[in-house]
């Protein structure tokens, strides 16, 4: 089994910082893609950003510039570095880790999020 856990979220004003952070532990051989997902209430969950093991990254069109993906493959650690934050970036901020386990497939894995808010 993997966990993922995130932690860095809260409450920041707009135009504010905040770094998320994702761990990642449990029966790893290999991850492959890691990402950040967010859902605002009452909206469907969306892709913020995506990070290959290689390094390369996507980004929705409305982070592109604000927000920063970066990973730590030695520690399996994940980041999302998001700077002139604005209100609708207030969501649940989820993690995501496609890992080969050393027993196990190729699966896709979840954190349980961390709230982002940012207020006016």
């Known amino acids: 089994q993997v966990q993922l856990v995130e932690s860095g979220g809260g409450l920041v004003q707009a135009g504010g910082s905040l770094r998320l952070s994702c761990a990642a532990s449990?029966?790893?051989?290999?991850?492959?893609?890691m990402g950040w997902y967010r859902q605002a209430p009452g909206k469907q969950r969306e892709l913020v950003a995506t990070?290959?093991?290689?390094?390369?990254?996507n980004s929705a069109d409305s982070v592109k510039g604000r927000f920063t993906i970066s990973r730590d493959n030695t520690k399996n650690l994940l980041y999302l570095q998001m700077n002139s934050l604005k209100r609708e970036d207030t969501a649940v901020y989820y993690c995501n880790a496609e890992v080969l386990g050393f027993t196990e497939p190729t699966t896709r894995y979840w954190g349980r999020g961390t709230q982002v808010t940012v207020s006016s």
């Open positions: 449990g029966s790893i051989l290999r991850i492959n893609v």
């Open positions: 990070i290959t093991s290689g390094g390369r990254t």
